[in-house]
């Protein structure tokens, strides 16, 4: 039996790290990824029992994904890929074993497990609040994009964007945790979405807008009437093009949106194709783990937008897994995807809008975005146990 209080303390380091340290982040998935070891020994039987044949279809070519993908990476040889997927071992550990921790804490129940999530709620909902106001006063105060405390603020919204959907779903759904509520989880869903916008990652918003419109418009219409939701989206709407008016950043960028040329799509563009042809070279396996980039000193034919010495990837998920993985690693990928959207929990939405976001841009390789997406995905899961235990 995992003692609970260890598991959640466990969490909040992680949760708070997704916030605002990538050193927090890794010290957590590493704990996580400890403790999911130790379930894998302990109840393997029982953990595997508790699930439907669709779970384990699903689950099973996820786990064979990340075994297949970390073994690429091992094939790779001494390398600087080798060397960084080690880095990042619990990038690969923390989903594989997630459902394993999952059933331990349903084993290891206790009157108090709900008081205690409510504070770790908390705890991650203060770090987050935290990174917010750091990124506004970026944003708004100085006139950059908002990038938190993560350097870039592409990246900065993927990590935003799991905890948005997360606490909304806890808001939506009215879960009452100890001394958490569901009005803190809209009032921290609504900062993440103005920090969201003040990233000015595109893609991010759209995906952003259609959950927007899938569950949270919804659910205001359901609650308080087409006359309360009308007056909040247009107040949102209003302050949205106010911020866009005054801040100069934003404005030019979201201009270029209007044009064919923007240079943002058109090297896109050129990416996706070049990935999408080495797919086609190598459709069964692909060409390996971060071999697919385009680095512009050795292949001046992509030159006039990306600058030397920089590799360039897929900038979007699928294409870079087509073109790592091909059609085995695609397939495996989704199918652990699969796993958690059978779960119809919070976590199935994290993993809907994940792979909505990652149409245009490839964030399997930077553990600054794909940390949150595994957190999440799994917080998601464990809260799934814990409120249907009997």
């Known amino acids: 039996m995992i003692p609970t209080n260890l598991l959640l303390f466990s969490?909040?380091?992680?949760?708070?790290?997704?916030?605002?340290?990538?050193?927090?982040?890794?010290?957590?998935?590493?704990?996580?990824?400890?403790?999911?070891?130790?379930?894998?020994?302990?109840?393997?039987?029982?953990?595997?029992?508790?699930?439907l044949p669709s779970e384990k279809f699903a689950l099973?070519?996820?786990?064979?994904?990340?075994?297949?993908?970390?073994?690429?990476?091992?094939?790779?040889?001494?390398?600087?890929?080798?060397?960084?997927?080690?880095?990042?071992?619990?990038?690969?550990?923390?989903?594989?074993?997630?459902f394993f921790i999952s059933q331990s804490i349903a084993s290891s129940w206790d009157s108090k497990l709900k008081d205690n999530v409510g504070l770790v709620l908390i705890a991650i909902a203060a770090a987050y609040v935290v990174s917010a106001l750091k990124a506004m006063y970026q944003s708004l105060g100085i006139g950059h994009p908002a990038y938190g405390f993560f350097g870039n603020a592409i990246y900065f919204a993927y990590n935003i964007l799991p905890a948005f959907?997360?606490?909304?779903?806890?808001?939506?759904?009215?879960?009452?945790?100890?001394?958490?509520?569901?009005?803190?989880?809209?009032?921290?869903?609504?900062l993440l979405l103005l920090v969201i916008y003040l990233s000015s990652s595109r893609m991010v918003l759209l995906t952003a807008g259609f959950y927007l419109m899938l569950r949270t418009i919804p659910f205001m219409i359901r609650e308080y009437g087409w006359v309360v939701t009308l007056m909040i989206v247009s107040i949102i709407f209003f302050s949205s093009w106010e911020l866009l008016a005054n801040?100069?950043?934003?404005?030019?960028?979201?201009?270029?949106?209007?044009?064919?040329?923007?240079?943002?799509?058109?090297?896109?563009?050129?990416a996706w194709e070049h990935n999408w042809n080495l797919f086609l070279a190598n459709p069964w396996f692909g060409v390996g783990p971060e071999r697919n980039a385009i680095d512009v000193a050795t292949m001046p034919q992509y030159a006039g937008h990306w600058l030397p010495g920089f590799r360039i990837y897929a900038h979007s998920v699928y294409l870079q897994i087509l073109a790592e993985l091909g059609f085995v690693g695609i397939a495996g990928f989704l199918m652990f995807f699969a796993y958690f959207i059978s779960l119809e929990s919070i976590a199935a939405w994290v993993a809907v809008f994940f792979l909505l976001s990652g149409i245009s841009e490839n964030v399997?390789?930077?553990?600054k975005a794909l940390h949150p997406v595994y957190f999440y995905l799994f917080f998601g899961a464990y809260i799934r146990r814990m409120v249907n235990h009997k």
């Open 247 to 270: 801040n100069e950043y934003l404005r030019e960028k979201w201009n270029r949106s209007k044009s064919l040329d923007d240079p943002s799509w058109k090297w896109r563009l050129v």
């Open 165 to 190: 959907v997360f606490f909304m779903e806890l808001g939506i759904r009215k879960f009452h945790f100890g001394k958490w509520r569901p009005r803190y989880a809209f009032a921290l869903a609504g």
């Open 60 to 98: 099973s070519f996820g786990v064979f994904f990340l075994f297949y993908s970390l073994l690429n990476h091992v094939l790779s040889g001494p390398s600087e890929v080798f060397w960084g997927s080690l880095k990042n071992l619990p990038l690969f550990a923390v989903p594989l074993f997630s």
């Open 11 to 51: 969490l909040a380091v992680y949760g708070v790290g997704c916030a605002v340290s990538q050193s927090l982040m890794s010290l957590g998935g590493t704990l996580l990824a400890a403790y999911a070891f130790w379930s894998l020994f302990t109840q393997t039987k029982k953990a595997w029992a508790s699930f």
């Open 364 to 367: 399997l390789n930077n553990s």
